[in-house]
């Protein structure tokens, strides 16, 4: 499941927001779900915030064999323009 980011709509405000909206919090939440319009705690308005996006890292650069045994063509350049299979 993702997680979301929310921060009160007046985090400066004490009279609309508690402690926990007013720094602003994150909650795991299943996609199909709607965003939250009020704090879980406090009940007063809070928005979403964009987010980092998780993405996969690559510890190290594909070689060759890792190429070939994915079904990838490998080709390396002969001449000018050239390139045949290796």
Not at 33 to 40: K, S
Not at 44 to 61: A, C, D, M
Request: charged letters at 35%; aromatic letters at 6%.
């Amino acid at each position: 499941m993702p997680l979301y980011d929310y921060i009160s709509l007046h985090p400066d405000d004490p009279e609309k927001s508690c402690r926990v909206c007013s720094r602003g919090f994150e909650l795991r939440r299943p996609i199909d779900r709607p965003a939250l319009e009020v704090c879980p705690l406090c009940r007063h308005e809070v928005k979403k915030l964009i987010s980092r996006v998780n993405t996969p890292k690559i510890t190290k650069p594909f070689s060759v064999t890792d190429a070939k045994k994915a079904g990838f063509t490998v080709l390396e350049k002969r001449d000018e323009g050239v390139y045949e299979r290796q």
